[in-house]
T-cell receptor, first 112, second 114 residues
């Protein structure tokens, strides 16, 4: 079975700083997708970024980028120029042949 | 448009009540999902509908009964719930069920069972 591990339960940075959230996963599949979702206190689960496993190029979405290391099964999220609105719970998720599997989440707080 | 809507936003019910949660999407997605999320935990998959047919039931108790009346709507009927069923219930949809598909989530229904 696939597992997703987020080793940082909580993180806190100052506004405008860069922060990196860690995620590792375990799978025997070769074709899969990886996601980062954001869940602010308003509770809506919002897609931040996704990465296709067959693509070597790291995905980027504005201030959000990933460092995808397939051999190491690592998928970290970098948030540049962090903003107060980035305060949220961040979930890393793996989608293989079965269901979407989530990590335990990292609670990120951006301080003014 | 990646909007999934859910009603109601909040629901309080007694253990003998019958209520329903509703989810709607107009993105033409053919897979829809129900998740349960407890505080400070990741969502847990409950049910998956693919092309309006139930394809996955993650051993959910029968007091939860899903229904997919058409390709845009997904309901979750609740009956004789327990206080431990109190949680955030999230609906999601994706174009198809498969590892290439991105799931888009609704805002959730916060359920409190008294």
């Amino acid at each position: 079975a696939q597992t997703v591990t987020q080793s940082q339960p909580e993180m806190s940075v100052q506004e405008a700083e860069t922060v990196t959230l860690s995620c590792t996963y375990d799978t025997s599949e070769n074709n899969y997708y990886l996601f980062w979702y954001k869940q602010p206190p308003s509770r809506q689960m919002i897609l931040v970024i996704r990465q296709e496993a067959y693509k070597q190029q790291n995905a980027t979405e504005n201030r959000f980028s990933v460092n995808f290391q397939k051999a190491a099964k690592s998928f970290s999220l970098k948030i540049s120029d962090s903003q107060l609105g980035d305060t949220a719970m961040y979930f890393c998720a793996f989608r293989g042949a079965q269901k979407l599997v989530f990590g335990q989440g990292t609670r990120l707080t951006i301080n003014p | 448009d990646t909007e999934v809507t859910q009603t109601p936003k909040h629901l309080v019910m007694g253990m003998t009540n019958k209520k329903s949660l509703k989810c709607e999407q107009h993105m033409g997605h053919r897979a829809m999902y129900w998740y349960k999320q407890k505080a400070k935990k990741p969502p847990e998959l409950m049910f998956v509908y693919s092309y309006e047919k139930l394809s996955i039931n993650e051993s959910v108790p029968s007091r939860f009964s899903p229904e997919c009346p058409n390709s845009s709507l997904l309901n979750l009927h609740l009956h004789a719930l327990q206080p431990e069923d109190s949680a955030l219930y999230l609906c999601a949809s994706s174009q198809r069920r498969g590892n290439q598909e991105t799931q888009y989530f609704g805002p959730g229904t916060r359920l409190l069972v008294l």
